[in-house]
């Protein structure tokens, strides 16, 4: 489901390719970590915006690092008790 193929001049391709493994990247896109945390694109903006999770500029691109994740995660639950 979602990943039926269909033809074209270069042969079979997926509509939805599966995504690539990024548990090795040392910086992720933020659609990578926004798939990492389970939210929105648009929410981990606001959380970057609001300084709770770490990114790095690199020229016009923004890029988390997996630390920054795991940071922000601990912090989230050092707030809640955990």
Excluded: C, W
């Amino acid at each position: 489901m979602g990943r039926e193929p269909h033809a074209d001049n270069l042969g079979v391709k997926y509509k939805n390719p599966p995504k690539e493994d990024d548990s090795a990247k040392v910086l992720l896109t933020m659609s990578e970590a926004a798939r990492r945390l389970n939210v929105s694109r648009t929410y981990l903006y606001e959380l970057v915006n609001r300084g709770e999770v770490e990114s790095l500029t690199l020229g016009k691109l923004r890029r988390i690092t997996p630390a920054a994740l795991d940071k922000f995660v601990e912090a989230k639950r050092a707030e809640q008790g955990y």
